[in-house]
């Protein structure tokens, strides 16, 4: 679901910069997906969409309720578009004022739509506002790759990460790994070690700022679609080559 609204957000980005088809659509959007998902935990198909946009006052609700429908859901969707899906466009009505002048309070905010839309659970730190030697973020970024790596050996079909830190002590005090009872966590971390990753130095907060290059100017583009899935963040690359 996550995935897909970013997706949304990403194709409304693009279609409201070109000049050929809706600039008149303003920057200020949000989008929600559900999806319905098996007994194993697998996507079936997505049931509803939800997309509020913020627009011009010139511009009535019905054209840009056929602009987002065929220029940036069915785009986004692809595949996973059918004519059974739910959808809520603008829901609320007109929508010509956007952005903190109308709607403040974003610092600090939007914690889940930043991660993984609450399929993976949260801290309750925000990312918004804080450099990498904050661990509410840098170890969040390094959690990530942590258990993506999990996957990418092999050794469990998923992987969440929970890490505990104390004021003062630069050493994780605990390093959980949950992979839905595929692997224990001692065995995760056993197989790190053998390939000559020790994941408590491995999620130390300066090695996770040197490792991740999170002294460099990176941050300005996790504003918009998210901090995960994306390859051009240093997060989302292998730990292992």
Known sequence: PIALAHSLMIQHHKIRQDPNTACWIGPDAKAQVT????????????????????????????????????????????????????LHIN??????????????????????VDTYGGFARHGGGAFSGKDATKVDRSAAYAARQLAAEVVRQGWAPTCEVQVSYAIGISRPINISFDTNGAVTGPEIERQFMELGIDPYEALRPQNIIERLQLQQPVFQATSTFGHFGRSEFSWERPMIN
């Open 35 to 86: 999806v319905q998902f098996d007994g194993n935990g697998l996507p079936v198909s997505v049931t509803d969409v939800v997309v509020s946009s913020q627009h011009s006052s010139e511009d009535n609700l019905e054209k840009l309720r056929d602009t987002l429908l065929n220029q940036v859901i069915k785009v986004s969707l692809g595949n996973h578009w059918h004519q059974d899906i739910r």
């Open 91 to 112: 829901p609320a009505g007109p929508f010509t004022k956007g952005g903190p002048a109308a709607d403040a309070g974003l610092t600090g905010r939007k914690i889940i």
